[in-house]
């Protein structure tokens, strides 16, 4: 068992940064791949970054590619994700999540997820 627990999520105007967090406690953090996604009102669930086991791997998707970076303190049991350059359209929910599969595993082999910090950007 694994929890999670995101924090950082804020009101911040387009342009600007934020740095969430994701605190694991539980088992051995490093044996799960882990990812950011997030939830906009109306919208589906979308994965915003994903990162391997030992940090070394990374993904991305399109629509954050350069402005997001997703690391992880295996040491600290942290998952970080630094956003740069927010847009309105970056407003959502964000979730932590964890799998004990593959870092590019579907949303559904995600095993556990955390509570969702509310980011919402004004323009």
């Known amino acids: 068992q694994v929890q999670l627990v995101e924090s950082g999520g804020r009101l911040v105007q387009a342009g600007g940064s934020l740095r969430l967090s994701c605190a694991a406690s539980g088992r051995t953090f490093s044996s799960y791949a882990a990812a950011w996604f997030r939830q906009a009102p109306g919208k589906e669930r979308e994965v915003v970054a994903r990162?391997?086991?030992?940090?070394?791997?990374?993904y991305y998707s399109d629509s954050v590619k350069s402005r997001f970076t997703i690391s992880r303190d295996n040491a600290k049991n942290t998952v970080n994700l630094q956003m740069n350059s927010l847009k309105p359209e970056d407003t959502a929910v964000y979730y932590c999540?964890?799998?004990?599969?593959?870092?590019?595993?579907?949303?559904?082999?995600?095993?556990?997820w955390g509570q969702g910090t509310q980011v919402t950007v004004s323009s």
């Open positions: 999540a964890a799998t004990t599969g593959g870092y590019f595993s579907p949303a559904g082999r995600y095993d556990y």
């Open positions: 990162i391997n086991r030992s940090g070394g791997t990374t």
